[in-house]
């Protein structure tokens, strides 16, 4: 089965800007079908843009966007039926009761699941007679995850779906996305800039950074390509060492550490001709990454 | 201290401005494009007592007009919680703001109006009394507005206060007789009390405010509550998506037009009874409530098409955004709501009209309003129609998500419009101006024509809209266009251009069932 048949998302050549400022810049990314995909970058980097466009609410003003094969402009009700959406800002109607809102959201979808949804609202200590502005941010954020849940969607996107919440609440959070993933062949797609949350439950990431994505791999290819190494010469060095795939260097004299983004035999090579001595070499984690990535 | 009020002077005036400058241009664009319209048709009786009454209503209209946007500006003072200021400094700053940006622009509206009207109405008197009006609202809004005291508070004070200022002009109950020419020293220390009582409450009900407490009546207050909550417990259950959205549609803006009449009703019986009891004058009153039905119908559409997740953000929220269904289904049902909460409202109006005309007959009383002899009967279901057209254009302004730019665009072309008319009549030969009135009717008839024409045509090129729609929206108009000048006002066949705007403005009747699906398009799509 080829790649495209697999993919759940298929972005291609996005380009959107706003006035003079251009947010993405030619965004090629395709998320395969299954497990946890995590979009990563700082403030401002555009990954509420991008998600903007997976729903419909922006249109691509060059190349493309589709979901289940499917352009989300054109096609709202084939595409957005089988998404369950946690907007950044929690947008929920706020005259709306708990059980209102469950009532109202389930109309729109046909698989919406009574059962599952109660057991949601029980596990998130939910009212269902508690109208939605008195609700906390939190309590907010579960109404919202709720409702994007209960449905039993195909593709989950959440943006940003911790910020602003304390641990339990992410705690449950980052729950809900695992118990979403056990039910097969569903998909999640999470922005955030959390990373050590990123860390522990995506399965595939990509850094969004000046419009583009500067990277997208899965985690475990991510953290066995990007290494800290040190190195020990015999004799101090004047300039830093050249090692391709290197993305930064820092030292002086005999000691060097860099960081690499590939690992090869160049590597051994050097260190084998200038008689340097590796005296370390360790994963990054995920947030070392980034950082790496986007100060270069 | 000074320095802290200084930054909040020039907060307040950078940001608005433009807005202070547009609603003053606006007030008083409305007050003179009526005065000049009469006067082009020698129809200015400077001594007729009619006169005095048109002072005192674009008084009120005025005060409001230049109070709103002040408020507005102004804003939640909880932004000034964090500042080391105290309360007392905070509510002092805004309603001191308040009074004299109402009472001068009262005052140079009232200098205008005599000038370039000739007129001779008075200036100090309204301009003190009415800002002192402004502020003592903004006051009783501070101290209740975290309870459901405000409207019945803020109400009380305003009806107080506007019943003391229409005795300056005569007695609590009929017409005025007098301008409120001089005032007295016994009138400066009623309004001067008036003031400070206000400023002492606005002191008080800021300093609530900011320890996040309000009058303590909650147990009251969840008691009337729960008289208009749902059952807990019984929650709707919805055959599909489309009666969802209606619901939602209706539950939250369904019941603003037919609760608007209602109270209207009752709040117009309950003055009538206190301040007339001449049940002719109560029949005219509801009579003319058919005309103020397109005034909150236009508000309602305005209602209706906002799609935003806050009241002054226009642009679609995501929650919203992101139901599965099509622009076209969506908008469709708002339309419908939009229908049938009019429907309501005017069935409402009706009933309540027609059981008071149905009472004078049977009581032999003549009533005091005659239906204009060429409209009669058609006046009853005009009150519809136009109601409809005023919804329409309200619900077309912010369903796109971009009211302000037509909000800009029409007050624009209403400044133009006026400008041209107060300088012809000054620079030339008086009937220039009717020939400029006459353009801009036509060109304003003709812009309107093309706007619904361009909304079915793209609406149909991005299958918005069937044909089988199309067809239907023509023949409507069609007909209405007939009844209306054939049957109900053969005298615009007389007058191009006002038979011109006529049509145009019977355009708008079927504009929103184009410009509705095209509008949420625009928005929910960027």
Sequence with gaps: MDRASESVIEIQSLTRRFGAKEVLNGIDLSVPKGGVFGLIGGNGAGKTTLIKHLIGMLKPQHGSV?????DPVDDPVGVLG?????????????WMRVGELMSYTSAFYPRWDNHYAEELRNSFDLDRNAKVKTLSRGQRARAGLLVALAHRPDLLILDEPSSGLDPVVRRDILG???????????????????????????????ILHGGRIQLAASMEEMKESHRRVTLRFDKA?????????????????????????????NLAQMVAASGATVIENESLSLDEIFLTRVLR | MFSAMRALAWEFLKYGWLHLLLSFLGGVALVLSILMILKNQNALVLDDPGMIMLHTIFLYINAMVFASPIFFLLGNPARFFTIPLTSRAIALSQMIATFLLVAGQIVLYTLLTNRIVGLDWPTLGPAVCLA??????????????????????????????????????????????????????????VMIAALAGSFVMGCYGMALNRCGESINTRTFEAWVLSWFESTPGGFPVFANGASAHFWFEWKQKGWLLPGVVLLGFFGFTFVWAIVDRDITNLHYAFFVGGYMLALWAFISGLLFG?????????????????RPMTNRNMSGITVQAALASLALGWLFWIAGFGALHLLLNVLGIAPSVKFVEEVRWWYVPATLVFAWI?????????????????????????????????????LSDPSWSRYFNAGCATAAGVSLIGWTLWLYLEARRRQLLGSQELLLALAAYILLAVTVVLGISPRMLTDGPILILGLGLIAMSVAPFAGAPLGLSWNRTR
Excluded at chain 1, 66 to 70: A, E, H, L
Excluded at chain 2, 143 to 158: A, K, N
Aim: net charge negative; with cysteine; glycine share 12%.
């Design chain 1, 66 to 70: 589709r979901i289940f094969g499917k």
């Design chain 1, 82 to 94: 089988r998404v369950g959406y946690l907007s950044e800002d929690r947008d929920l109607p706020n």
């Design chain 1, 176 to 206: 809900a996305i695992i118990r979403t993933i056990a039910d097969e062949g569903r998909t999640v797609l999470f922005s955030s800039h959390l990373l050590d949350e990123v860390e522990r439950v995506a399965d595939r990431i990509a």
């Design chain 1, 237 to 265: 060095q004047t300039q830093p060492p050249v090692v391709s795939g290197m993305l930064s260097c820092e030292g002086e004299g005999q000691e060097w550490t860099m960081i690499l983004g590939q690992t090869d035999n």
């Design chain 2, 132 to 189: 002192t009006t402004a502020v003592t609202f903004q006051a009783a809004v501070y101290l209740t507005q975290r309870s459901l005291w405000m409207v019945p508070v803020t109400g009380i004070l305003l009806l107080a206060e506007g019943l003391w200022f229409k005795t300056r002009y005569g007695d609590l109950s009929g017409s005025p007789t007098h301008f409120w020419n001089t005032v007295t020293p016994g009138e400066w220390a």
């Design chain 2, 306 to 322: 906002n799609y935003g997740s806050q009241d002054a953000r226009h642009e679609i929220g995501h929650f919203l955004a992101s």
């Design chain 2, 390 to 426: 005023a919804l329409g254009i309200g619900l077309l302004i912010t369903i796109a998500g971009r009211g302000v730019l037509y909000f800009q665009l029409g007050l624009g072309s209403y400044i133009f419009w006026l400008i041209g008319t107060v300088a012809l009549n000054f």
